[in-house]
């Protein structure tokens, strides 16, 4: 199962992950967290990953 990984360093809060997987993803001290790293089924954690500015997001198989 694919799993979604945040960078921590590289993460700049913008918060483009959380608007498309509200459900993996949620911001905590400005940073990006995944919350529900085995609900990729329910959004496109690909398209997260590549909306990220950062480059932050990876996704890990």
Known sequence: MATPVVDQELCVGCGSCVEVCPEVFE?????????????????????????????AITIQD
């Open 27 to 55: 911001l905590q001290d400005d940073k990006a967290q995944v919350i529900g790293p085995d609900k990729c089924h329910t959004c496109d954690c690909e398209s997260a990953a590549a909306m990220c500015p950062a480059g």
